[in-house]
């Protein structure tokens, strides 16, 4: 194998002597497009790539992307990279062959799991667990939840074990055993037996990846992280040969599911803090876009061609969990930006069911055959089709088409299977499917925002997306949200988030004690461990940072109880009364119940340790030289659209609007990667950045579409 940039140590006596990054590069690879931004900062200039995901080897089109953006590999300063490899895999269980040892007796756990049902209402179901029966295998050793040794670690029948492993053909291994999180000293001695059985790196320790309780989530999580991890790794070693190839000199930084970012050096170590890293990076974007415009608290609403992905930003903190669930009975508990997903994106099929109601979704048409509207054999009604026969799309400016078809042939088909048996015509049919589809992402936003405690008024809706700015402002006044921020370019947002995102580390320790007998110096010392930690995983990046920020927080719950509730705090010399007192506001504000009686009690320490990169001018991503003195000057016609009835609509292209715009609904604006809807008696005004605010007019416009 060549030699990579990503082998290559950072001078770990000057970790951020790193020259001023001046050449950056954004790479999301998607699902459908690899997407690209490069920032010049010395030029003041940005450009832009989209081409077709490879999925074979989703390098080719990283590289591709970087060609048609004609960037000098050998003069770019960073690559940041936004990967779906650990993502698809999960999903899709396309997972490497894996072992697992761990303690005797509890082989079962990850099979077990928490008494739960796929489907709460449903007297079946299926889980299949990530490792099969006979590749988990058994060891003696135990340890209590105090830490304090029961059964010494039987080393032999620990070697007998990984022998076994070795010879079904793993190629990955997860040491779990039992309350390793109290005390690791036998996960780190079977640790330093594996590595001397093991063929190679793929050795994975559960309370190395997640020091905290509750061993079906950790052994799930360290199963899902060493399943992904030769994938993983052979995928950035690929990737980073093929970029040295071509001239690359530097480090390549990945994007984690946190919202931050880690060296592809030791990506594979925590390979399962990498899924869902996609719509994390969007996320991302819009808490950096927001702060700059001065709007810190958003909804994030990123709806694409198969899914709809929502989640909260306060005070330009997007919120993180550890509790995430990609499917049912697979949590990963590491920290992750709290994304919620629901099947609605462009390609939604909509039928009338058996009962005569009209159903929307989550069945999708793809990419392929996609759509009526894409000419690609696509007959069945979509979201993306509504929208072109109710005049919001412009059929000339689809992307991804390869054939034409009329709006007569769409209303056709709306007319005859979903019109006719609802008993109305194509138009209203149509109008029903946005409706629904509207009112199902509403739902999504709910998710985020008012089941936690929230209120939807009280934030601005971010929407991006190749389909987001077509239902935004109809989803924002279902939900009762003033305002509505569309990006300069919606459709790389998830590009721009590597762009824009921090270095990141989180932290999790758990103690498990109530504050009648806690140690609060214990707590103190955590706090500590945890920032020094952060700090010199920080310093080891040869990524240039201006400042260190730390986010301490705790998991807590009361007494008897199973659901943990993170409290924020903002010492790391808090006081056993400090800990009661914030958990009973933090419970009151979630649930506005106070129970004084019950005592509380502390299960997680948590910091995350983040690395804030020198800020992007995004400014630039509208090159200032295409704005037009005018108004008019930026319209490009206008067409009948739908807004309860049909109305004449003028049309302007985005990258022509003056800085100081300002547009009255109903009105369309197109641009390269998506179209913005703005409904009548809205207002939208642009921010020096090129962002579109909408505001929304007091009333809605009507209630049949």
């Not at 300063?77 to 490899?85: A, F």
């Not at 580390?505 to 500590?528: Q, S």
């Amino acid at each position: 194998m060549s030699a990579s940039p990503l082998a290559a140590p950072a001078d770990p006596a000057a970790p951020n002597a790193a020259q001023r990054q001046s050449l950056v590069a954004g790479v999301d690879v998607g699902g459908t497009f690899t997407d690209l931004v490069l920032f010049d900062a010395a030029a003041r200039s940005v450009r832009l790539a989209k081409t077709p995901t490879t999925l074979d080897n989703q390098a080719f089109g990283v590289l591709k992307a970087l060609h048609i953006a004609e960037a000098d590999l050998a003069a770019l300063d960073l690559i940041v990279h936004g990967t779906t490899t650990t993502t698809n895999a999960v999903l899709e269980r396309n997972l490497c062959k894996t072992g697992l040892i761990t303690t005797a007796g509890f082989r079962d756990v990850l099979e077990l799991g928490r008494r739960t049902r796929p489907h709460p209402y449903g007297m079946k179901g299926r889980f299949v667990p990530i490792i099969p029966r006979d590749l988990r295998l058994e060891v003696a050793e135990r340890y209590d939840a105090d830490g304090r040794e029961l059964v010494p670690l039987d080393e032999e029948g620990l070697r007998a074990a990984l022998k076994a492993l070795i010879d079904q053909g793993c190629e990955a291994l997860v040491i779990h055993f039992l309350h390793a999180y109290a005390n690791p000293a036998h996960e780190l001695r079977a640790g330093e037996i594996a590595a001397e059985i093991w063929p190679n790196e793929n050795i994975t320790l559960g309370h190395a990846l997640l020091s905290e309780s509750r061993e079906f989530e950790r052994g799930v999580t360290a199963a899902i992280n060493a399943s992904v991890q030769p994938l993983l790794r052979r995928y950035v070693e690929r990737l980073a040969d093929q970029l040295a190839e071509e001239g690359y000199r530097h480090d390549v930084l990945v994007m984690n599911g946190n919202g931050g970012m880690v060296s592809a050096r030791r990506v594979a170590i925590e390979a399962a803090k990498t899924v869902m890293s996609g719509p994390a990076s969007g996320v991302m974007a819009a808490a950096t876009t927001g702060r700059r415009a001065g709007i810190a608290n958003l909804l994030t609403y990123d709806m694409g061609g198969t899914s709809t992905d929502v989640a909260l930003i306060r005070n330009a903190e997007p919120a993180v969990s550890n509790e995430i669930e990609i499917e049912y009975a697979m949590p990963i508990h590491v920290p992750m930006v709290d994304v919620r997903t629901v099947g609605a994106g462009g390609g939604s099929i909509a039928r009338v069911t058996e009962a005569g109601l009209l159903q929307v979704g989550p069945e999708s048409a793809g990419s392929t055959p996609g759509p009526i509207c894409y000419g690609r054999g696509g007959t069945k009604p979509t979201i993306s089709d509504a929208n072109l026969l109710l005049g919001r799309m412009n059929p000339d400016k689809l992307n991804s088409v390869s054939g034409m078809v009329s709006l007569g042939d769409i209303e056709a088909i709306f007319g005859e299977k979903l019109g006719q048996p609802l008993g109305v015509d194509a138009t209203m049919a149509a109008a029903a499917v946005l409706r629904i589809a509207n009112t199902r992402m509403a739902d999504a936003v709910r998710m985020v925002s008012v089941s936690l405690g929230e209120d939807p008024r009280d934030f601005a809706l971010f929407a991006f997306g190749g389909a987001g700015p077509l239902h935004a402002t109809a989803i924002a006044r279902e939900l009762g949200v003033p305002r509505v921020l569309v990006p300069a370019r919606p459709g790389i947002t998830n590009a721009l988030g590597c762009v824009v995102a921090d270095l990141r580390h989180d932290f999790v320790n758990t103690v498990n004690r109530p504050l009648g007998v806690l140690d609060i110096e214990m707590v103190h010392a955590l706090f500590d461990q945890q920032l020094a930690e952060g700090r010199a995983l920080i310093a080891r990046e040869n990524v240039r940072i201006d400042e260190v920020k730390v986010i301490r927080s705790l998991d807590m719950q009361f007494i008897g109880q199973t659901h943990l509730l993170r409290v924020p705090i903002e010492t790391d010399r808090p006081t056993v009364d400090d800990l009661q007192r914030l958990f009973e506001e933090a419970y009151f504000n979630r649930f506005h119940v106070e129970l004084p009686e019950i005592k509380a009690s502390l299960v997680n320490v948590n910091t995350s340790v983040i690395g804030r990169r020198e800020e992007i001018d995004l400014s630039l991503l509208i090159d200032p030289a295409g704005r037009k003195a005018k108004l008019d000057d930026a319209r490009t016609g206008s067409r009948k659209v739908w807004f309860g009835e049909f109305m004449d609509t003028p049309v302007y292209w985005r990258d022509h609007l003056p800085l100081d715009a300002e547009i009255e609904g109903p009105a369309i604006v197109e641009q390269m990667d998506t179209t913005i809807v703005i409904e009548p008696g809205d207002k939208a005004v642009q921010d020096a950045d090129g962002n579109i605010i909408i505001t929304l007019a007091a009333a809605a416009w009507g209630d049949d579409a």
